[in-house]
């Protein structure tokens, strides 16, 4: 009969389940569902029922946009990795990462020198695009992109700037410190993937401004969640009145199912999810190193092992990306990411990150089925540049 439902396009057959000998994997998207299997094993203490009466106000009984107890439970959670220092600081909430992004770039920016030249925004290359589609998209006369950090290394023209440091980064993995110094430059740290997941962790960040989000660290990336730990009172209160003006704050719906969330990973000896997000993504990354060891044509970052205070252990980092990069050799004109399209890989072309042709972002982040297509495929790859010799 006909089937019910379109099947994902590496399957086939009346119910979905033959696997096709041939098809387009999508490493594109780095949409965290390895964590399901976790949750999955959770369900009942993890869920929440919303009666139709209940949380119909703007408000929690306080009178605040923010729940103080979800407050409290992010802070448990950052002392029991050991990633963030919390103490002393303040915490804003907001619509995933995004969003904090710019409230954060926001609240920088008017704070700068009085200068009348707007505040450069500045990322390392390779470096997340949507710090430069966002900055853009706003187009703001605060503060403009400006590229790339190197380029800005040896000036002495005292522009305030605001660097953007990603640790470990997106797309390659690499931890990550601020390039540029001095009393005109502020720092927005995006630690979205300081999780013991993906990365050894060394010590607690105690940096002046650090992004976290829901989306890395429990998978739950459509409840968008995220949150910012700041020093600064005055940046503080800039951040907040940003995310008041935009969206008068996060969804309470998205606060109580955050917190029941967090509740799960504090409970028992807290450390069970990230020994699960932990050795999947290892797994992953020992099976997809092994199988490109073989190639002279692909090869992927190098990660050192760290000590990892948390585990206790030297640990080698576990990425949620590949940085895939093409010899000179297959190119031939092409990009790395059109070379990989043509074997039915699809990642994000290097170009968006500011990097250049030969390189190419494969997500790791996905469930498990996904996963083995994409290794399948590059297994095949491989096998097939061995027969060519
Ligand atoms: N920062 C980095 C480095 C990211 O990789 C992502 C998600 N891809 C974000 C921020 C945005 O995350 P969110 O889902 O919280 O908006």
């Excluded at 390895?34 to 203490?45: D, I």
């Excluded at 187009?139 to 002495?156: A, V």
């Amino acid at each position: 009969g006909k089937p019910v439902c379109e099947c994902n396009m590496c399957y086939g057959g009346s119910d979905c389940s033959q696997l096709l000998p041939d098809c387009m994997v999508d490493a594109d998207s780095g949409n965290p569902t390895f964590l399901e299997p976790f949750w999955v094993k959770n369900a009942a203490s993890s869920a929440i029922m919303i009666a139709g009466w209940h949380r119909l106000s703007y408000e929690f009984n306080d009178g605040s946009l923010i729940s103080e107890e979800l407050k409290t439970h992010i802070r448990k959670v950052h002392e029991s990795v050991g990633n963030a220092i919390t103490d002393g600081k303040y915490i804003v909430f907001g619509a995933g990462a995004t969003h904090l992004l710019n409230a954060a770039v926001h609240a920088l920016s008017t704070s700068n020198n009085g200068s009348s030249s707007p505040t450069k925004v500045v990322a390392s290359i390779p470096y997340y695009p949507v710090y430069k589609e966002q900055t853009e998209i706003f187009n703001s006369e605060d503060y403009k992109f400006n590229g790339d950090t190197s380029m800005w290394k040896n000036d002495n023209s005292n522009s305030t700037f605001i660097e953007l440091v990603t640790s470990p980064n997106n797309p390659d993995g690499q931890t990550k410190k601020a390039v540029l110094q001095g009393q005109f430059v502020k720092t927005i740290q995006d630690l979205a993937y300081y999780w013991p997941h993906y990365t050894p962790i060394p010590a607690p960040a105690d940096e002046d401004l650090m992004i976290f989000t829901l989306s890395k660290v429990t998978g739950h990336a459509g409840s968008r969640f995220g949150w910012a730990i700041i020093k600064d009172e005055a940046v503080y209160k800039r951040m907040l009145n940003y995310v008041d003006l935009t969206t008068f704050g996060v969804s309470k719906d998205t606060q109580l199912r955050v917190l029941k969330l967090l509740k799960v990973v504090l409970s028992g000896n807290g450390r069970a999810m990230y020994e699960f997000g932990y050795n999947t993504m290892k797994n992953r990354w020992n099976r997809l190193s092994k199988a490109l060891s073989q190639s002279e044509r692909f090869s992927i970052q190098k990660l050192k092992p760290q000590y990892c205070s948390f585990s206790q252990q030297i640990r080698t980092p576990s990425p949620a990306f590949a940085w895939l990069k093409c010899e000179r050799s297959i190119l031939k004109d092409r990009s790395c990411y059109e070379v990989l399209k043509e074997v039915n890989i699809t990642g994000r072309a290097g170009r968006l990150f500011g990097a250049g042709k030969r390189y190419v972002r494969l997500s790791l982040v996905s469930n498990e089925d996904h996963f083995d297509l994409l290794l399948r495929q590059i297994n095949k790859v491989v096998s097939m540049e061995i027969d060519d010799k």
